[in-house]
C-alpha cells in the first residue's frame, strides 16, 4: 500500500503540474493581449499620424488655423474648446457633486444613501448620445431663449456672456457635461468619504463640533485625496466625451472668450470630419488629434489613480 | 446525450450557412458622398430595391469630401459629390474614376425670421457680405435697399454653414468667389473651407435642422432640405439682373448653356450662368465610378442601376424639386457607362 | 447658536443639491418617457428607414444592427476580459501582473472616438470596407477593462478557506480556480459581463466611421451595418419632424435596455454573495 501511494504521488504532481503550466499559459495570453491592444492603439496613432505631425511639429498644439483648403491643420481651437467645456463642467458639478457626496456619505441615513446612490449610479449608465439627444431638443432652446439672454442681462459686462445667444456653445456643452460627470464624483467622493475612519469623526463631535463642521473641517479633509481624485477622473471623462458635444458644441473651430459663442472639441471634429478626410494629409492631422487626447486623458487618470490610491491607503492606516 | 447535442449543433450551423448564403446572393453594393441629392438618391435606390429586391444599394449621406475620401480608400464601391473632383484628388485614385452627372439642383439661401413673411431678395454682395461676417445684422442697410418694405428686426445674423466636407459647399463657395473678389481672396472654394463666422451643421439636414431651431439665421442648402422642411428661402439676382427663386425652371436654364458645350469627363460649374432666367447658384451632381469594379456581377448591377437612372430615374427628379439632365448629357452618359468594366 | 444654524443650512443645501442631482435622472426617464413613448409605434420595430422626407420608415436594421454588433463584440471581448481577471487574480506573476493592471486601467479611460481610429486602422483600412466587424472590434476593447476589473475584483474576494479547502483535497490549482473559485465569485462577473455590455451597447462614436451606417439589412457583419446609437445621432440633427420623433423613439428603447441592464446587474449582485463570508 505504502509503496503504491508513493509511487502515484509523483504522477499525480507531474498531471497535475501539466495542468497548471497549460492554465497558466492561456490566461498569461489573454491577459497579454490587453498589453498587446495598447501597444497597437499606441502604434496606430503614432503612424498613422506621422503625415502631419512631420509637417507642423510642436507648432500643431499652438497653430489656431483649421484649413483643409491649404491644409494647415492645427489643435489650439479645439484644445480650447475641449479644455473650457470640461471647465466649465467641473465648476458646475463639483460643488454639487460634493455637496450631494458629502449628504450622501455624513448626513443622510444608510438606507437612503444607498438607494439615492443606486439612483445617481444610474446616471452615469445613460449613453452619450441620449444625453445630446435630450440636450439638444431641451437645453439649447432653454439657454438660447431664456438662459442665453439671462446671462447678458445680468452678467454681459463680463467679456465671458458677450455676443449672440445662439443655444448652441461652450456653456450649453458645459452643463451637459457637468450632468454627465457629477455621478461620478458623487460616487468616488461618497467612497473617499465613507473611508474616513470613525475615530476622526467621533473625536471632532466629543468636542463639540455640529456634524457640518465635523464634516467640513475633519473628514473631507481627510479625504481630499480621494475627492481630487475623483475630480481628475471626471475631467479625464469630460475631455474625451464626444457624441453629446458635437450635438450641443455649435461645431465652429473658433477661440472666442465668450462661453455663448459656439465652439469645437477634439473629440467631435474628430466624430465630424474623420470620414470626410479627403487627403492623407487631413486625415494624419484628425489622427494627432486623436493622439493629443489620448495623451491628455492618460496623464490625467493616471493621476486621478494615483491620488484614488494614496487615499484608500491612508484610509485603512491606523493611527 | 452528446450525440444529440452534436446533431443540434450541426443542425443551427447548417441553418446559418443556408441562412448566410441566401443573404450573400443579394447583392449589397456600398456608396457614400454628397448630401446635395441625397434625397433623391435614397429615393432612386428604395425604388430600384423594389424593382430588383436582391440588389441592395447602401447610400450613406456624409457629405461630398467624404465621397470622394471613401473612394479614393476604396471603402465604398462608388462615391457621389457636387464638386467635380480635382485634379489633383483624381491623380491619387488606384482606379480611375468617371464622373456621371445625376440630377441639377440649385442652392438657396434659407432663413429664419419670425415676423417676417415677405420672401427676401439677396445680391451677391449681400450673400458676400453676411457669409465674411461684415454684415452682422438683420437691419443693415445693404438688406433694407434690396427689400424695400421688409421690415427687419435689430437681431444678429446668425449663418450657418456645413461643418463637413461638403459638395454644397462648393457650389456655395463657388458662386461666392466668382461674384466676390474679397471671398476668392479671404476664403475661396472648396468642399471644406475656413469659415468666418458661423455654426456647423452635419449635412444638409443638419444645416436645415440648426436653421429651423434658431431664429435670426441663415444657411444655404440645397432646395428640397428647404421645401421638405417648409422653411423660407430667398431670390437671389443673377448676372443677368434678375431676381430669381430656385426651381425646376431657372435651374434647368442654367445649364442650358453647359448641356451644349459639355466636356468629355462631365465635370463643369454651372454656377453664375449667363442667361436671364438662370438661377446663379445651381449645380449638377455627380456620381464617381470606378473604371475597373474586380467584382463582375456588382459592375453589371452599378451599370445596370445607371441606365435605370437616366432613364426612369429622371423621372422621380421634378416631384422632389431637382430638375432632370438635358437630353444631350444623358445620350453621352449612356455612352460612358460602356466604359465601366 | 450661530454654528448651529450653520449646520441646518449645509444640510439643507446638501440634502437639495442631491435632490437635484437625482432627480435629473427623472427628468431624463420622464422626458424620453413622453417623447419617447408618443413617438414608438409597430413601424419602428418593423420597417427600414425611408428616404428622406418620407414619413413612416423604421429602425429595424438598426436594432437587428445594433444587436449583432453588441454580439460579437461580446463573443470577442468576453472571453479576453473573463481570463484576464482570472489571470490578474489567481495567477498573477511578479514581472507582467502591474503593467496588466495598470494598461486595463489605462484602456478604460480612453475616450471612445480614439478607440474607434484604432478599430478604423485595424480593421476598415486594410479590409477596404467599413463593417459591423470594425465596429465590434471597437467595442470588444472598450468591454475588456471593465470585464477584467469586475472578475478580478469578486474573484479576489472569494474567502481564502474556500481555496484552501479545495487545494487540501488534492485539487490542482487550475482546478480549483475552475470549480470552486470561479463559480463562487460568478454573481460578481456576471454582474461585470451585463454592465460591460450595457455600457458598450449606448457607444455611439466609435460606431461612426467604423461599423458605419445602413439603410438595408445590408450583407452581414463584414458589411456597413445600421445600429441604434448612430441612427439616433443622425436622426436628432436632421430637420425632419418625423426623423425626430424616430430618434426619441429609438432613445427610449435604447436607454430601456441599458437600464434594464444595469437594475438587473445590480440586482443580481444585492442579492448576496455566493458565498458566505469567511
Given at each position: 500500500m505504502a509503496t503504491s501511494a508513493a509511487v502515484q504521488?509523483?504522477?499525480?504532481?507531474?498531471?497535475?503540474?501539466?495542468?497548471?503550466?497549460?492554465?497558466?499559459?492561456?490566461?498569461?495570453?489573454?491577459?497579454?493581449?490587453?498589453?498587446?491592444?495598447?501597444?497597437?492603439?499606441?502604434?496606430?496613432?503614432?503612424?498613422?499620424?506621422?503625415?502631419?505631425?512631420?509637417?507642423?511639429?510642436?507648432?500643431?498644439?499652438?497653430?489656431?488655423?483649421?484649413?483643409?483648403?491649404?491644409?494647415?491643420?492645427?489643435?489650439?481651437?479645439?484644445?480650447?474648446?475641449?479644455?473650457?467645456?470640461?471647465?466649465?463642467?467641473?465648476?458646475?458639478?463639483?460643488?454639487?457633486?460634493?455637496?450631494?457626496?458629502?449628504?450622501?456619505?455624513?448626513?443622510?441615513?444608510?438606507?437612503?444613501?444607498?438607494?439615492?446612490?443606486?439612483?445617481?449610479?444610474?446616471?452615469?449608465?445613460?449613453?452619450?448620445?441620449?444625453?445630446?439627444?435630450?440636450?439638444?431638443?431641451?437645453?439649447?432652446?432653454?439657454?438660447?431663449?431664456?438662459?442665453?439672454?439671462?446671462?447678458?442681462?445680468?452678467?454681459?459686462?463680463?467679456?465671458?456672456?458677450?455676443?449672440?445667444?445662439?443655444?448652441?456653445?461652450?456653456?450649453?456643452?458645459?452643463?451637459?457635461?457637468?450632468?454627465?460627470?457629477?455621478?461620478?464624483?458623487?460616487?468616488?467622493?461618497?467612497?473617499?468619504?465613507?473611508?474616513?475612519?470613525?475615530?476622526?469623526?467621533?473625536?471632532?463631535?466629543?468636542?463639540?463640533?455640529?456634524?457640518?463642521?465635523?464634516?467640513?473641517?475633519?473628514?473631507?479633509?481627510?479625504?481630499?485625496?480621494?475627492?481630487?481624485?475623483?475630480?481628475?477622473?471626471?475631467?479625464?471623462?469630460?475631455?474625451?466625451?464626444?457624441?453629446?458635444?458635437?450635438?450641443?458644441?455649435?461645431?465652429?473651430?473658433?477661440?472666442?472668450?465668450?462661453?455663448?459663442?459656439?465652439?469645437?472639441?477634439?473629440?467631435?471634429?474628430?466624430?465630424?470630419?474623420?470620414?470626410?478626410?479627403?487627403?492623407?494629409?487631413?486625415?494624419?492631422?484628425?489622427?494627432?488629434?486623436?493622439?493629443?487626447l489620448f495623451g491628455l486623458t492618460i496623464v490625467i487618470n493616471g493621476a486621478a489613480r494615483l491620488m484614488i490610491i494614496a487615499t484608500t491607503r491612508k484610509g485603512s492606516k491606523r493611527p | 446525450m452528446v450525440k444529440t447535442n452534436m446533431k443540434r449543433i450541426s443542425l443551427a450551423l447548417a441553418g446559418l450557412l443556408m441562412g448566410s448564403a441566401t443573404v450573400a446572393m443579394a447583392q449589397s453594393i456600398n456608396a457614400a458622398g454628397a448630401t446635395f441629392p441625397a434625397v433623391i438618391y435614397q429615393k432612386w435606390f428604395d425604388e430600384y430595391h423594389k424593382l430588383h429586391p436582391a440588389i441592395q444599394v447602401n447610400y450613406q449621406s456624409i457629405g461630398s469630401g467624404g465621397g470622394i475620401a471613401q473612394l479614393t480608400a476604396e471603402t465604398v464601391d462608388f462615391g457621389a459629390s457636387d464638386m467635380p473632383m480635382t485634379p489633383d484628388q483624381m491623380s491619387k485614385l488606384k482606379v480611375p474614376a468617371l464622373h456621371f452627372p445625376t440630377v441639377l439642383g440649385g442652392v438657396v439661401p434659407t432663413y429664419n425670421l419670425p415676423g417676417v413673411t415677405q420672401e427676401l431678395r439677396f445680391t451677391p454682395e449681400t450673400l458676400a457680405g453676411i457669409f465674411l461676417g461684415e454684415i452682422t445684422k438683420w437691419n443693415d442697410p445693404k438688406l433694407a435697399k434690396d427689400n424695400p418694405g421688409v421690415k427687419f428686426p435689430s437681431d444678429d445674423i446668425v449663418v450657418v454653414h456645413r461643418g463637413e466636407g461638403s459638395g454644397t459647399t462648393f457650389v456655395w463657395t463657388d458662386y461666392l468667389s466668382k461674384i466676390s473678389p474679397d471671398w476668392k481672396a479671404k476664403v475661396g472654394a472648396n468642399t471644406s473651407v475656413n469659415w468666418p463666422v458661423g455654426l456647423g451643421g452635419r449635412g444638409n439636414e443638419g444645416v436645415a435642422g440648426l436653421v429651423k431651431q434658431t431664429p435670426g439665421s441663415i444657411g444655404y442648402v440645397e432646395l428640397i432640405y428647404a421645401v421638405q422642411t417648409k422653411m423660407a428661402y430667398g431670390y437671389v439676382k443673377n448676372p443677368a439682373g434678375t431676381f430669381l427663386k430656385a426651381d425646376l425652371a431657372t435651374v434647368t436654364d442654367a445649364a442650358a448653356g453647359a448641356a451644349k458645350n459639355m466636356p468629355e469627363d462631365f465635370r463643369v460649374s454651372i454656377t453664375n450662368a449667363p442667361g436671364k432666367n438662370a438661377y446663379p447658384i445651381s449645380s449638377f451632381t455627380w456620381m464617381l465610378v470606378p473604371t475597373h469594379i474586380a467584382d463582375a456581377a456588382k459592375a453589371k448591377a452599378i451599370r445596370e442601376f445607371l441606365t435605370w437612372m437616366l432613364a426612369d430615374g429622371q423621372k422621380f427628379a421634378a416631384g422632389l424639386s431637382y430638375a432632370p439632365l438635358p437630353k444631350e448629357v444623358v445620350a453621352k452618359e449612356i455612352a460612358q457607362i460602356k466604359k465601366i468594366q | 447658536m450661530w454654528r448651529k444654524g450653520v449646520n441646518a443650512v449645509m444640510l439643507a443645501t446638501t440634502a437639495a443639491f442631491t435632490v437635484l442631482t437625482v432627480s435629473t435622472l427623472f427628468l431624463i426617464l420622464g422626458y424620453l418617457l413622453y417623447y419617447g413613448g408618443r413617438s414608438l409605434d409597430w413601424n419602428f420595430f418593423t420597417k427600414l428607414p425611408l428616404p428622406t422626407g418620407e414619413v413612416g420608415g423604421g429602425m429595424a436594421n438598426a436594432i437587428v444592427g445594433s444587436g449583432k454588433i453588441v454580439g460579437m463584440a461580446a463573443v470577442i471581448g468576453l472571453p479576453i476580459g473573463f481570463f484576464a481577471g482570472v489571470y490578474l487574480s489567481e495567477f498573477e506573476d511578479k514581472l507582467f501582473g502591474a503593467p496588466v493592471r495598470y494598461v486595463a486601467d489605462l484602456l478604460n479611460g480612453i475616450p471612445s472616438i480614439v478607440v474607434g481610429i484604432l478599430a478604423w486602422s485595424l480593421v476598415v483600412v486594410p479590409l477596404k470596407s467599413f463593417s459591423g466587424l470594425a465596429g465590434s472590434v471597437a467595442l470588444a476593447v472598450m468591454l475588456i477593462p471593465i470585464v477584467t476589473r469586475q472578475t478580478e475584483q469578486f474573484l479576489r474576494e472569494v474567502p481564502l478557506s474556500l481555496r484552501e479547502g479545495a487545494l487540501a483535497l488534492g485539487a490542482s490549482k487550475w482546478k480549483m480556480v475552475a470549480t470552486v473559485v470561479v463559480p463562487a465569485g460568478s454573481k460578481g462577473i456576471l454582474t461585470g459581463m451585463i454592465l460591460g455590455i450595457a455600457r458598450i451597447s449606448g457607444e455611439s462614436a466609435p460606431l461612426l466611421f467604423t461599423a458605419f451606417n445602413n439603410q438595408f439589412w445590408g450583407g452581414g457583419i463584414t458589411q456597413p451595418t445600421a445600429s441604434l446609437p448612430v441612427m439616433i445621432y443622425f436622426r436628432a440633427v436632421s430637420a425632419y419632424d418625423d426623423w425626430h420623433r424616430q430618434a426619441w423613439a429609438a432613445g427610449l428603447v435604447l436607454i430601456a435596455m441599458v437600464l434594464t441592464a444595469n437594475i438587473l446587474a445590480r440586482l443580481v449582485l444585492a442579492k448576496g454573495v455566493s458565498v458566505p463570508r469567511g
Open positions: 504521488a509523483p504522477a499525480i504532481r507531474k498531471e497535475t503540474q501539466t495542468g497548471d503550466m497549460i492554465a497558466r499559459l492561456i490566461v498569461f495570453a489573454f491577459a497579454a493581449s490587453i498589453l498587446l491592444i495598447t501597444a497597437v492603439l499606441v502604434y496606430e496613432l503614432w503612424h498613422t499620424s506621422a503625415l502631419s505631425r512631420h509637417k507642423s511639429g510642436w507648432g500643431f498644439l499652438i497653430s489656431r488655423v483649421w484649413d483643409p483648403v491649404t491644409e494647415e491643420f492645427g489643435a489650439l481651437p479645439f484644445l480650447y474648446g475641449t479644455v473650457v467645456t470640461s471647465a466649465v463642467a467641473i465648476l458646475i458639478s463639483v460643488p454639487l457633486g460634493l455637496g450631494a457626496a458629502i449628504f450622501l456619505s455624513e448626513l443622510a441615513p444608510a438606507r437612503v444613501s444607498s438607494a439615492l446612490t443606486f439612483l445617481i449610479e444610474l446616471l452615469a449608465a445613460i449613453p452619450s448620445v441620449i444625453y445630446g439627444l435630450l440636450a439638444l431638443f431641451t437645453l439649447v432652446p432653454l439657454m438660447r431663449i431664456y438662459g442665453g439672454p439671462f446671462l447678458k442681462s445680468t452678467l454681459g459686462f463680463l467679456p465671458l456672456f458677450k455676443g449672440p445667444s445662439y443655444g448652441v456653445g461652450f456653456l450649453t456643452a458645459g452643463i451637459v457635461l457637468s450632468i454627465m460627470t457629477v455621478p461620478y464624483i458623487i460616487s468616488v467622493s461618497r467612497e473617499a468619504l465613507l473611508a474616513v475612519p470613525r475615530e476622526q469623526r467621533e473625536a471632532a463631535l466629543a468636542l463639540g463640533a455640529t456634524r457640518w463642521e465635523t464634516t467640513w473641517q475633519v473628514v473631507v479633509p481627510y479625504a481630499k485625496l480621494g475627492i481630487l481624485g475623483s475630480i481628475f477622473l471626471s475631467l479625464a471623462r469630460a475631455l474625451g466625451e464626444t457624441m453629446a458635444v458635437t450635438m450641443v458644441i455649435g461645431n465652429d473651430p473658433k477661440i472666442t472668450a465668450s462661453l455663448l459663442s459656439a465652439g469645437h472639441s477634439i473629440a467631435a471634429v474628430i466624430a465630424g470630419e474623420f470620414s470626410e478626410a479627403t487627403t492623407a494629409t487631413y486625415q494624419a492631422a484628425l489622427v494627432e488629434l486623436g493622439l493629443v | - | -
